[in-house]
């Protein structure tokens, strides 16, 4: 069971059920992809999707459950912006430029995926992915 609440406790739970859930989506798909059809490409799983996607998502019960949805998302979002990486910022430092997706989750709502875009390879790196609040 996934908790709602605002407590650290809370957020300390679903932050591990989120990283739980990226170590089981690996096992299943050894290639760590999923091939995105607005891109027309693939978007790449590392461990910084799993490091920022536990961070950010995990302080939302909406967005925890958005994670669970990966597949769709990685599959689904549409591109909506393209942005630089922000300088200062160390997990952002391999990405020449960050690309803003969305998606629409039935019951949780617009979903927000960040994609990395990699120097030199433009490998597309999940990044992290949010339930974007409706208040």
């Not at 995105?36 to 909406?62: C, F, P």
């Not at 997990?91 to 979903?111: A, D, H, S, T, W």
Request: aromatic fraction near 8%.
């Amino acid at each position: 069971m996934i908790p709602e609440g605002n407590s650290i406790e809370a957020i300390r739970v679903r932050e591990q059920i989120i990283r739980e859930f990226y170590k089981e989506w690996k096992e299943k798909n050894p290639s760590q992809r999923k091939y995105n059809l607005s891109l027309k490409e693939y978007i790449n799983i590392r461990m910084v999707s799993i490091v920022e996607t536990s961070e950010h998502a995990a302080k939302s019960y909406l967005s925890t459950l958005a994670v669970l949805q990966l597949d769709s998302i990685l599959t689904g979002a549409r591109k909506v912006s393209i942005k630089k990486s922000k300088p200062g910022n160390a997990n952002q430092k391999p990405f020449e430029r960050i690309m803003i997706m969305e998606y629409e989750l039935f019951g949780i709502g617009k979903v927000k995926m960040t994609v990395g875009v990699r120097r030199r390879t433009q490998e597309k790196v999940q990044y992290c992915i949010t339930a974007i609040s409706n208040e």
